[in-house]
């Protein structure tokens, strides 16, 4: 059950040829990069969009050197500051991080009209998370992180907090986390 409500959270995707987007994919740096992509239909309902997302109708899933340069961004220009209840907690951690991928994609990917495919991903935690905080083997309650989708198609989980990464089904099948919603 687990499986499959992870399958629907995360799927988002719908595989999308190259060529059906004209000019857009010339660069040829580009190329390997926009390997794995996803386009999405865009909504006419306003009230459905505002609602349900997502933001963005193309994404550009970054390869694992692609997530390593961004995370050495991230570390870089992160402001640094210090947890603080409601104030600057797990919410606005999270909103740093996918603000930042952001930037970095626009940057990296020569200013591709596509966003990068790292949301933010509202959770339950239940039991141990030391995967991604060191030492928290009995937590419970609501949370925030990242999510980023390799262009392999491997989903992960970025803890901003800690630093950590980690494949998504490492902890859902492990039942240390519940996805309660998505946003890319």
Known sequence: MRKLLLSIALGLMLPANATELPGLLSDRILAK???TQFHLAPITNQ?????????????????KDDIEAFLKFYRW????????????????F???????ADVWAVR??????????VGKAYV????????????????????????????DGQWLFFEPQSGRMVPIESMI???????LKVTL
């Open 33 to 35: 990069e926009i390997s």
């Open 47 to 63: 009230l459905e969009d505002l609602l349900f997302g997502p933001e963005d109708c193309l994404y550009i899933s970054p390869t």
């Open 77 to 92: 220009r992160r402001e640094g500051l210090p947890y603080l209840p409601e104030g600057w907690d797990c919410d606005n």
């Open 94 to 100: 999270s909103s740093e991080a996918k603000y930042l």
């Open 108 to 117: 990296y990917y020569s200013h591709t009209p596509a966003a990068i495919a």
């Open 124 to 151: 339950k935690l239940d039991g141990d998370v030391s995967d991604i905080f060191p030492g928290a083997i009995d937590v419970h309650g609501y949370h925030v992180l990242n999510v980023i989708r390799r262009s």
């Open 173 to 179: 099948y492990e039942g240390g986390i519940e996805v």
